[in-house]
């Protein structure tokens, strides 16, 4: 299996799936963008991948999403599951 590394943008609201495999010729697999929210970090368990969010209005209401790992054959980071703040 090729290596993969997955990438994000701390204080901004994107995640990316970027392929290192080959450093002269990374590619962005996968980018999703979410709105009124800040990803703070990442963090990988297994085959599944933690991110959490800020709510840029409410910060009290910041989440975690937990997904499987990117997929290739389908393009997909699928979401398993919200971890919700109070």
Known sequence: MEPLFLYHYIGHTNIHVIDFADVNNTRVLFKSSYASVDVTD?????????????????RE????NVYRLYNRQTGSLHLVHTIRGS
Do not use: A, K
């Not at 990442?42 to 409410?58: A, P």
């Not at 209401?61 to 975690?64: A, C, K, L, M």
């Open 42 to 58: 990442v963090e990988l368990c297994g085959n599944h991948v933690f991110v959490s969010f800020d709510n840029q209005t409410r």
């Open 61 to 64: 209401d910041g989440y975690i």
